[in-house]
């Protein structure tokens, strides 16, 4: 990593000229976007990742038999093939990781498989002999269970009361509750998930709910598990132990089918790996030999980018200066403690830290959501401290929140209501005290044009869009006002690669125009690649001021859980 | 997912033309029973009936004015089905002027208002239709503003509910009575007036606890059982043994709660104690009779007979017995000469009951 | 997904909701033992003269009036996700207040009218602020206050009625406000009706009925042209969102209440100065709570509460001459009943079938060209990794 030093590739232009030669550089490669594309059966040749010959996983026994097997499945939505020529080979007792982008086709495919719908084309073999599911409890019926990402249990009920629901023991008309207790005892001893079947669901944390959904599905007898991202949900030693409940299953001869597009996670628990690109099977993998990033890469079909940022372009002059900065929680707990910090023109003010440590609310106190309960906020020449949010935003904050779907869109008003969301007093949007709807249709448009976001037109719902799509629109709209200051919280976040290299790069030729940005990330390498100051956020305080040239991920993840305070660069 | 969708979405078609046919038939059997006052030769008798908010089966004047007018046609040789038609509001009582607009204009003659609440209207439409004879139940007309077709059909409530305040002081054992009304109006405090008045006359230093379920203007007093009951409920608890309501359908719950408390309580309107259940049978002291019935069987009668006046009130009081007191049940027999002593005595002018408290 | 098939899906759900209740209602109606189709029959049948014909419409759209001007009071709540329940003691309290001035003055006709509308929508308003207040500076749902301000509206008015402000003889058994001049009275239409060729009706056509027509363009308008509207229909889509875009959420609150109040201070007044021209214990009651029928039949849309209005009025109007059949008038209420009903579970469909519509078009958007690509040539992606 060369930080900010000089680098061959400059042009920072206009946008317009970034996202065309974006097109160019795909029809070259001969991708071509749309759905003609799947249908012909995928990707060019160049990032074809089948291999001939044996399978690797398996090098020293008998191949274990095959489980379930997937054979050029495909299913199609009106206007839209999901999914495309599916290959999917799983061996009986392995874990078998699915990997794939958001919207590559893993939840259409495990929809096919668990029966909540039928494939087009293609068949479904378990255990050597083709099956056919009308519903998910014929899926159930041949021994496939599935654990979703959000749990359906209910929270006033008992363990075994969710464990059995709907398919109870009885005995006449009585639930027989004996029997369930038994039988989930078993369940939890033998695949080591400790549940007790009598505590309230209410009760339990994140990490024993999910054991509960994979008993419930153990408990109906299933041999072949999928579940659907589910680390999604868990924090870091919750997975540990879920990773520890799958071994026991595997142990036990189950086969587990594991959704993610978490990699790391992936390489540490999967046998097998199958990677699905554009709503098709670009290849597998062999966990213990392959890097996230060449998995990153195979999900991608390119190599990827890096949020590298160029030469310094720093001004002298401030445009936001936090003097003392304190925010009080609704419980008079100090969340932001006496933050101080300067952003100037043309600067990227990194914030790194771990969730939850105040920078959310410091955002919000910048943003004027907040009140401080100390500290001035200043923005350029102007003591902004008591200004209205709407009056800082007219004076040239620019927003993109952290959390898009609750503070930055209106998910059911169509796109170019939501250009005008955070800009209701300027032109082309408004005229006056009107909406100026023709001119707000017109803008939307050069937005999605400027920073392809794609949708159907400036009509369509923001939630039909992808986040990444969403996300660009916030960007172009936020852009579009020429803020002096953008707030960008989490800007990438939950996008996929794609759209992650188009945000990045247009934070670039912000600054390089002179826009100062504070950027609050938990992207350790987006905050160390974009940022010219990084400041470490801990326990409401700012407790380190690093150098981003010199510092690694590491480094800097040692700064942040307070191991390691160095202090000032 | 879309064939999905087209399924439902036939299968809720097919549901609602499954309703549709099932409606269809109906035809041939519900044909019959439809029609109430359809061929009108001009000499054959046409009522109208308006009934006030609560309509039919109200257990109130409502039902005492249709029973009235069951009565005079059975008199007549008529029946209901062909020679009577009734109509109810909506509700919010907001079509009251339709209801006698469209009874005129399908020629029903005479046309009875049941309720106050048709002062305005009837003033309003009856003066359109000159042809056609009037009467209200509970109106006055006595200055024959409404026009000379109309004919106010008033009660001396104040004079029955005097009987009633008389009964309750005299079988009080705790010298502390009741009184629930329905609504603060001012037909209603002719009851709370003649009570009060009635029982001090008895005792002097009585007491009586006096409540309204609803202030003027909203007529869900009439109508609230619940609050009936907590109100009475209350009342006993402080004391209070028996309790006279004027609170149509509410009174319900007054009756419900005497038999909780084990106290007693008065009926109103008809005799009530006739259609109650057998546990409340047991604390209908009495009921303070208020004849609908009669009057407007009495006004049929006398349209019949081409003897109505018009644009003045008929007055049903003691004397014409269109108020008094129920015997039912007995247990106001002991007492019987107390009572008739005070009717009596009103008839002949000697006690003055008051209308307002 | 077009705007049209959206709009389609907008009217269509409620058409499917009608169907369906009236479907369910044919069934009661055959189950009491009557026969549907006269039922359908005598709703269509306006009458047998022209008289009858236009008075039917008259009735119709004097009926619809009222509860159009409730409905909107409630939508403009609604539409920034306030449930605004206290129209019913906003518009009663408002009534008699707005009766009692018109009657304490005289002044010049338009004057007159003027100033009584000015004190009903100002009463309105007032009193939907108290529930505004309450709920910007101590939190309390909107809900609960207005239940709680409805009864003591009611209980304030009837005081008022019975007391300082009583019009009417003692010993009247209906109680009324004094009456107002006729200079305060609101001209019928039924010159206009008679000049469009139809015969005259027997009742007055609301001149109000335009004042309905203004509120209604204006509430339409203001909610999906100004400013003001979007930032309204933003807080309600999306409280946050709306707030970190610079909407002051707390203003925006008691600024829609006061709109909402001040249009339900108008739903007494075709009534009051169209015919009654006094309040009095036998005024409507309970349009506010039609009101919110009404709203939600008509999706919160001024056009679409219209159109719910004229069809509650059109039932309403029913439910004389079906009474005529022998068919009992509480038909029209569950008529009316299940027909909201039905919207309401018709429209949370319709937003499923949206959503999932949307969710589509989002596997659509993702799955060909999600992954787009970097955007680097091969030379910066190598600078980037040197």
Redesign the interface.
């Known amino acids: 990593m060369d930080g900010g030093g000089p680098e061959r590739y400059t042009p920072p232009g206009p946008a317009v000229f970034r996202v065309y030669r974006l097109d160019v550089a795909r029809s070259r490669r001969g991708t071509a976007p749309g759905p003609d594309d799947l249908r012909s059966g995928g990707p060019s040749d160049t990032v074809r990742h089948h291999r001939p010959g044996p399978r690797r996983e398996t090098p020293l026994n008998e191949p274990a038999p095959l489980a379930v097997e997937l054979r050029g499945i495909t299913k199609r939505f009106p206007g839209v093939v999901a999914n495309s020529g599916i290959e999917l080979r799983v061996r009986r007792g392995e874990v078998h990781a699915i990997v794939g982008e958001n919207g590559a086709g893993k939840s259409t495919l495990m929809k096919t498989l668990y029966g909540m719908h039928r494939p087009d084309e293609g068949e479904i073999l378990l255990d050597g002999a083709p099956a056919s599911f009308r519903s998910p409890a014929d899926a159930i019926a041949a021994g496939i269970g599935m654990v979703h990402q959000h749990f359906m249990l209910a929270d006033n009920f008992t363990v075994l009361e969710n464990v059995v629901l709907g398919s109870e023991p009885t005995k006449g008309i009585r639930l027989d509750r004996a029997t369930a207790r038994t039988r989930i005892r078993d369940i939890s001893d033998r695949y080591a998930l400790g549940l007790d079947p009598d505590q309230l669901v209410e009760d339990l944390g994140v990490g024993d709910r999910q054991r509960v959904e994979i008993a419930k599905v153990l408990y109906r007898g299933a041999t072949t598990l999928i579940l659907d991202e589910p680390t999604a949900v868990l924090v870091p030693q919750e997975v540990d132990e879920l990773f520890g409940n799958l071994a026991e299953l595997k142990r036990e001869g189950l086969t587990v089918i594991f959704i993610s597009h978490k990699l790391d996670e992936v390489r540490k628990v999967a046998d097998a790996i199958t990677v699905i690109r554009r709503g098709t099977t670009v290849g597998t993998a062999d966990p213990r030999t392959t890097t996230a990033r060449q998995l990153a890469e195979m999900m991608v079909g390119a190599e990827l980018p890096t949020p590298q940022t160029r030469a310094s372009t720093v001004r002298d002059t401030p445009v936001l200066e936090l003097q003392g900065v304190t925010v009080a929680a609704p419980d008079a707990r100090t969340v932001v403690d006496d933050v101080s910090l300067t952003v100037r023109e043309g600067e990227v003010v990194g914030i790194a830290g771990v969730e939850g440590n105040g920078q959310a609310e410091l955002v919000d106190a910048v943003m004027g959501l907040r009140s401080l309960t100390a500290g001035t906020v200043r923005l350029g020449a102007d003591d902004i401290t008591a200004w209205s949010t709407r009056r800082r935003r007219e004076g040239g904050l620019g927003f993109i929140p952290e959390d898009r779907h609750r503070q930055g869109m209106l998910l059911e008003a169509p796109l170019w209501e939501n250009r005008i969301l955070g800009h209701q007093t300027r032109p082309p949007a408004v005229k006056g005290s009107f909406i100026d709807r023709r001119g707000a249709r017109a803008d939307t448009q050069r937005i999605m044009r400027e920073y392809d976001v794609r949708a159907p037109g400036p009509d369509t719902l923001a939630m039909a869009l992808s986040g990444g799509n969403q996300q660009k629109l916030i960007v172009g709209r936020e852009m579009t006002a020429r803020p002096r200051l953008l707030i960008a919280a989490h800007p990438t976040r939950g996008v996929d690669v794609g759209a992650q290299s188009v945000i990045w790069e247009l934070l670039k030729d912000a600054r390089a125009e002179g826009m100062g940005i504070v950027l609050v990330s938990a992207d350790l390498d987006e905050l160390i690649g974009l940022s010219d100051t990084l400041h470490v956020m801990l326990r409401g305080r700012l407790v380190a001021t690093l150098d981003p040239a010199r510092l690694t991920p590491e480094e800097l993840g040692g700064h942040m859980t307070g191991g390691n305070t160095v202090g000032a660069a | 997912m879309r064939r999905v969708r087209g399924m439902k979405a036939a299968t809720l078609l097919l549901a609602g033309s499954l309703a549709l046919a099932a409606c269809a038939s109906d035809e041939p059997q519900a044909g019959g029973s439809g029609s109430g006052g359809g061929g009108s030769s001009s000499d054959e008798l046409k009522i109208g009936l308006a009934f006030d908010t609560g309509g039919r089966g109200d257990k109130s004047f409502n039902d005492s004015a249709y029973a009235g007018v069951e009565a005079a046609v059975e008199t007549l040789g008529g029946t209901m089905a062909d020679n009577v038609q009734t109509l109810s509001p909506n509700d919010d009582a907001s079509n009251r002027g339709e209801l006698l607009t469209q009874l005129a204009e399908q020629g029903y003659d005479p046309i009875i208002a049941v309720g106050f609440n048709y002062d305005e209207i009837i003033a309003d439409v009856a003066p359109d239709f000159p042809d056609t004879t009037f009467a209200q139940v509970d109106g006055s007309n006595a200055d024959g503003a409404k026009g000379d077709n109309v004919t106010g059909l008033l009660f001396a409530e104040e004079q029955g509910s005097f009987l009633a305040g008389v009964a309750a002081a005299s079988k009080t054992e705790t010298d502390r009575i009741g009184f629930v009304g329905g609504v603060q109006s001012p037909l209603i405090e002719k009851f709370q007036a003649g009570y009060v008045a009635g029982a001090k006359a008895v005792k002097p230093g009585i007491t009586v606890d006096v409540s309204y379920l609803s202030p003027a203007g909203d007529f869900s007093g009439f109508g609230a059982p619940d609050r009936g009951y907590s109100v009475a409920q209350g009342f006993y608890q402080n004391g209070a043994d028996i309790v006279f309501h004027a609170a149509g359908g509410s009174g319900e719950g007054v009756f419900q709660a005497a038999v909780e408390a084990g106290k007693r309580a008065i009926g109103v309107d008809s005799d009530q104690y006739q259609t109650a259940p057998a546990d409340q049978q047991a604390v209908i002291m009495t009921s303070m009779l208020k004849r609908v019935d009669n009057a407007v069987e009495e006004f049929i009668t006398s349209f019949s007979e081409g003897s109505v006046e018009g644009g003045t009130d008929v007055t049903y009081d003691l004397e014409s017995d269109g108020v008094g007191l129920s015997e039912s049940g007995g247990y106001i027999a002991d007492i019987k000469t107390t009572i008739d002593d005070y009717r009596q005595q009103i008839i002949d002018g000697k006690v003055t009951v008051p209308t307002t408290p | 997904?077009?705007?049209l098939r959206?709009t389609g899906l907008a009217v269509f759900a409620p058409l499917?909701a009608i169907?369906?209740a009236l479907?369910?209602s044919?069934?009661v109606?055959?189950v009491i033992?009557?026969?549907?189709?006269?039922a359908v029959r005598v709703m269509l049948d306006f009458g047998e003269t022209p008289s009858?014909q236009t008075q039917a419409m008259v009735?119709v759209v004097n009926?619809a009036v009222p509860l159009f001007l409730a409905g909107l009071a409630v939508s403009v709540a609604f539409r920034m996700g306030l449930f605004n329940i206290g129209v019913e003691g906003q518009y009663r309290l408002a009534t008699i207040l707005a009766a009692a001035v018109g009657a304490a003055v005289a002044l010049p006709g338009p004057l007159h009218v003027l100033l009584i509308i000015g004190v009903a929508m100002a009463v309105g308003a007032l009193w939907a602020a108290v529930v505004a207040v309450l709920k910007v500076t101590r939190g309390v749902s909107e809900v609960i206050s207005s239940i709680m301000l409805n009864f003591i509206a009611?209980?304030t008015?009837?005081?008022l009625?019975?007391g300082p402000l009583r019009g009417s003889p003692?010993?009247?058994?209906?109680?009324t406000t004094s009456d107002i001049p006729e200079s305060g009275w609101f001209p019928g239409l039924n010159g206009v009706v008679t000049g469009l060729g139809l015969a005259e009706p027997?009742?007055d056509l609301h001149g109000f009925l335009l004042v309905a027509v203004v509120a209604g363009v204006v509430v339409a308008v203001l909610l999906?042209?100004?400013?003001?509207?979007?930032?309204l229909?933003?807080t309600g889509?999306?409280p946050?969102?709306?707030?970190?875009?610079?909407?002051?959420a707390r203003g925006m609150v008691i600024k829609t209440m006061l709109i909402s109040g001040a249009i339900a201070g108008l739903i007494g007044l075709p009534d009051l100065l169209g015919t009654?021209h006094h309040y009095?214990?036998?005024?409507?009651?309970?349009?506010g709570f039609?009101g919110i029928a009404v709203a939600l039949l008509g999706r919160n849309t001024p056009v679409g509460i219209a159109l719910a209005a004229l069809l509650f009025g059109f039932l309403?109007?029913a439910?004389?001459?079906l009474?005529?059949?022998?068919?009992?008038?509480?038909v029209?209420?569950i008529i009316q009943g299940t027909i909201v009903l039905a919207v309401v579970v018709a429209n949370q469909v319709a937003r499923q079938?949206?959503?999932?519509?949307?969710?589509?078009?989002?596997?659509?958007?993702?799955?060909?060209?999600?992954?787009?690509?970097?955007?680097?040539?091969t030379?910066?992606?190598e600078?980037?990794?040197?």
């Open positions: 997904m077009t705007l959206r499917l169907v369906v479907a369910i044919a069934l109606i055959a033992g009557e026969n549907p189709l006269t009858q009735v009926r009611l209980g008015a009837s005081f009625l019975t003692e010993g009247a058994s209906v109680i027997r009742s999906t042209r100004t400013r003001f509207g979007f930032d229909r933003a889509l999306s946050s969102a709306a707030t970190a875009s610079g909407v002051d009654s009095g214990t036998e005024f409507t009651a309970g349009l039609l309403d109007r439910a004389i001459p009474q005529f059949e022998g068919i009992p008038a509480s029209v209420t079938i949206t959503r999932r519509q949307a969710e589509r078009g989002s596997a659509r958007a993702g799955a060909s060209p999600t992954t787009g690509d970097g955007g680097r040539t030379d910066e992606r600078g980037a990794r040197a």
